[in-house]
């Protein structure tokens, strides 16, 4: 890795600059990206990063850091260790070095509280020189052919408006998603009207209201409620739950469901043609849409515990509706709403709405110069290669992207248990001789034919021609890194 102990220490090496060119710029600092430079950071890994991030420091969903909330996957997917379990950056390491190791080991439990999970990722921040904070990247353009870079990238102090200038050979861009709100809803007071995404910023005040409902129901919309149905006692507001959902369903969690968050079903999925991959898509909602099962029973026993006795909870919860409209009523909102199935319209009235209406993923503004390059489907979506690079023309460098290929790589895209997998493919195809194995054969099933039949002595294909199968895969070809 190239050595420069006065860019570590300081950000000297952030003013503008034209005689250092980094091995590889990441745009963004969520779980994903962090674990990359996490993995990067290794003496092993020979490669000259850096990070940059508009927030002045690590944060994950602070929004829905609720108390009791945990993660929804084992402390094994922390950033690193799947990866490297010697690593210095691993949950265990944490624990460790913040005198936790054995408040943890009597913990007891593969998923760790979330609150703990963002502590820490800070923790890491703190630790890695490559992560850059206050840092709004504003613009990428290629690089001229004078340099070794491949792509200029500006950015600015979202504080002071410091403007800073990086020179490149690769990218990879990790900026997340952003709260959906549907457009009917959003021109309302945020104080008001929220999605879940701002829930604890919002929560004192919607204490205080007579009447609060959640709208979906989705993990987060669970969890919203639990929270708030927990805290109706001492609060007395009525509690509402609407979904158009078809009920309020579980997560899929048995242990050979999660088989479809492996490297195995990622490249599976990938090598269908596009379009049976977006046959299928829809219909894993459960795989990664639903509640955990975990928070669907506290809900549930929270409930029990309300109605002993004569008591009957001021609660309320219906599936199958959609919420048509909002609309501001005197010092109230009147929602609009249909149940669907039996085809029944009807109002309902609440002071706060919390929406745990999803999450979009638009593409940043800064990759706007450099659209002519970037390939695109027939349905404006990102060509993304099975290594997580996506198809472009004309540059010199790679463009490699975290969590905005669901629709190529399947429904393990988002999920905090491929992070390390997927960076591991990316630092592969960069470094020379990567430290980090590229995992295979980690599934005890088989999703395709051929892979089922070539481990059976008893089994034989009949139609092994590709040209007859479902129509041919339009996916890109991902470059030879020794070309």
Request: with cysteine; hydrophobic share 35%; glycine share 6%.
């Amino acid at each position: 890795m190239t050595s420069d102990s006065s860019s570590r220490s300081s950000d000297d090496a952030d003013l503008t600059t034209h005689d250092r060119v980094y091995d590889l710029l990441g745009v963004g600092l969520g779980p994903f990206n962090l674990g990359l430079a996490a993995l990067a950071d290794d003496e092993d890994a020979d490669l000259d990063a850096v990070f940059l991030e508009q927030k002045p420091e690590f944060a994950w969903h602070e929004g829905m850091l609720v108390e009791g909330a945990t993660l929804e996957v084992p402390f094994l997917a922390d950033l690193v260790t799947l990866a490297d379990p010697t690593s210095e950056h691993s949950y265990l390491n944490y624990a460790r070095e913040t005198d936790r190791i054995y408040q943890s080991y009597f913990y007891e439990r593969f998923q760790i509280p979330r609150r703990e999970y963002d502590d820490y990722c800070k923790w890491v921040a703190e630790r890695v020189p490559a992560c850059r904070f206050g840092r709004r990247v504003e613009r990428v353009v290629p690089a001229s052919e004078e340099t070794e870079a491949a792509f200029v990238v500006t950015a600015c102090d979202p504080e002071t408006g410091e403007t800073h200038r990086y020179l490149t050979r690769h990218l990879v861009v990790g900026v997340g998603s952003r709260p959906f709100v549907p457009e009917p809803f959003d021109d309302l007071p945020d104080a008001d009207v929220f999605h879940t995404a701002g829930y604890l910023p919002n929560r004192e005040q919607a204490l205080d209201a007579d009447g609060i409902t959640v709208v979906g129901s989705g993990q987060s919309a669970a969890e919203v409620f639990q929270d708030l149905l927990e805290r109706q006692p001492d609060h007395d507001y009525r509690l509402d739950w609407l979904t158009r959902s078809e009920g309020f369903f579980p997560m899929e969690y048995s242990k050979l469901g999660l088989q479809h968050f492996t490297p195995e079903y990622t490249q599976y999925f990938y090598d269908l043609p596009q379009a049976v991959s977006d046959e299928v898509l829809p219909e894993q909602d459960l795989l990664y849409k639903g509640i955990d099962p975990d928070t669907s029973d506290e809900i549930y026993e929270t409930l029990y515990e309300h109605s002993i006795g004569d008591a009957d909870p001021d609660v309320g919860l219906l599936a199958m509706t959609e919420v048509e409209d909002i609309d501001p009523a005197d010092e109230r909102y009147r929602l609009r709403c249909r149940q669907w199935q039996e085809g029944t319209s009807f109002t309902h009235e609440s002071d706060v709405v919390v929406l745990g209406t999803g999450y979009h993923r638009p593409t940043p503004d800064f990759l706007d110069e450099l659209e002519p390059h970037i390939r695109r489907d027939d349905r404006g979506r990102f060509r993304v290669e099975e290594t997580y690079g996506l198809e472009t023309t004309g540059l010199d460098g790679r463009l490699f992207v975290q969590n905005a290929e669901m629709h190529t790589h399947g429904v393990g895209a988002p999920d905090l248990g491929l992070g390390t997998y997927r960076n591991a493919v990316i630092l592969d195809q960069l470094l020379d001789d990567s430290p980090y194995p590229v995992d295979e054969d980690t599934v005890y099933q088989d999703f395709g034919a051929e892979a089922f039949a070539s481990g059976s002595p008893v089994t034989e294909l009949v139609d092994a021609d590709p040209a007859d199968r479902r129509g041919e895969s339009d996916r890109p070809t991902p470059p030879n890194p020794d070309d």
